[in-house]
């Protein structure tokens, strides 16, 4: 009942930046706090950031500084500003979205970020 498709992922150079999106569509009302994970080869999939509807944030430690999570209600969308990139981010990066009055989620595919020289 909701989609979740992500865009922005590429390669980018050590130091630089990306904007991610991720536009939810369906059955909108559902939908809760939203984040975005990322999985590294070879590692557990792990929470980058999260934003509730009401805009307030969370973000990793790891990511702290650097990540800025945001969303439009309106465009139902959501977005990671990331900057200062490392090569440790590199990552396919997922939105995800929860449903309000259970705990199910939605999932997009992910989008690919390379962070290389």
């Known amino acids: 009942q909701v989609q979740l498709v992500e865009s922005g992922g590429g390669l980018v150079q050590p130091g630089g930046s990306l904007i991610l999106t991720c536009v939810a569509s369906g059955t909108i009302s559902m939908i809760g706090d939203m984040s975005w994970y990322r999985q590294a080869p070879g590692k557990e999939r792990e929470l980058v950031a999260t934003v509730a509807r009401d805009a307030s944030t969370n973000s990793a430690g790891s990511v702290k500084g650097r990540f800025t999570i945001s969303r439009d209600n309106a465009k139902n969308t959501v977005y990671l500003q990331m900057n200062s990139l490392k090569p440790e981010d590199t990552a396919v990066y997922y939105c995800?979205?929860?449903?309000?009055?259970?705990?199910?989620?939605?999932w997009g595919k992910g989008t690919l970020v390379t962070v290389s020289s």
């Open positions: 995800n979205a929860k449903r309000l009055w259970g705990s199910m989620d939605y």
